[in-house]
């Protein structure tokens, strides 16, 4: 079974830029979270969906947001990037709807310079 | 509030030692908790959680809910060990997880 892959590994944004990224779940995972990993601040609860609804959404800004599809693939937007969100994003599948095994991706590392 | 505190960034025991890494959570209702594990150059994976009550590698960790504490423990060290640790507070309805900052558990020979 593959696991949940995140697209692309890496990217470097300039100031000011939106930056799209892509996580495919475990298939038949219909849980996915989303999680900021900082030095600074560790990891961060960015947001989760099942079944293409939002339940849940940490403590961000609104220039982040997210959607799930019908096939359960997920991707997360960053508008007006600023230095600050430079971080690993990482995404996590799970196969029920709650307090199960999060299964993590290998995360996005995105720089703002 | 949620919160989960890992007081110690960083534990350096000897290979044989016994380990405690420390766990305390912040949660108003049944709390669901985890330990997650990250090795060098591996992805973030599930190490055990409470409701199981396994012991996975050696490792186990008992929920005190009157301390309110969830800490992982192993009575001897393996280098294979190195590593940083994660614990995570889940709860409700949901798959979302807050987690503690993390120690990084330095296993010497």
């Known amino acids: 079974k593959a696991g949940v892959t995140q697209t692309p590994r890496y990217l470097i944004k300039t100031r000011g830029q939106q930056v799209t990224l892509s996580c495919s779940p475990i298939?038949?995972?219909?849980?996915v979270s989303w999680y900021q990993q900082t030095p600074g601040q560790g990891l961060q609860f960015l947001f989760e969906?099942?079944?293409?609804?939002?339940?849940n959404k940490g403590n961000f800004p609104g220039r982040f947001s997210g959607r799930q599809f019908s096939n359960s693939r997920s991707e997360m937007n960053v508008s007006t990037l600023e230095l600050g969100d430079s971080a690993l994003y990482l995404c996590?599948?799970?196969?029920?709807?709650?307090?199960?095994?999060?299964?993590f991706g290998q995360g996005t590392r995105l720089t703002v310079v | 509030a949620q919160r989960v505190t890992q007081p110690e960034k960083l534990l350096s025991v000897f290979k044989g030692a016994p380990v405690e890494l420390k766990c305390n959570y912040s949660y108003s209702g049944s709390p669901e908790l985890f330990w997650y594990v990250q090795y060098s150059r591996q992805r973030l994976q599930l190490l055990l959680r409470h409701i199981s009550r396994e012991s996975i590698k050696g490792f186990t960790a008992d929920l005190n809910k009157g301390e309110t504490s969830f800490h992982l423990k192993k009575p001897f060290a393996q280098e294979e060990d190195s590593a940083m640790y994660y614990c995570?507070?889940?709860?409700?309805?949901?798959?979302?997880?807050?987690f503690g900052t993390g120690t990084l558990l330095a296993v010497q020979p």
């Open positions: 996590a599948s799970s196969s029920l709807a709650q307090n199960t095994e999060a299964f």
């Open positions: 298939s038949g995972h219909r849980s």
């Open positions: 969906y099942f079944s293409e609804t939002q339940r």
């Open positions: 995570a507070l889940g709860g409700g309805a949901t798959n979302k997880l807050i």
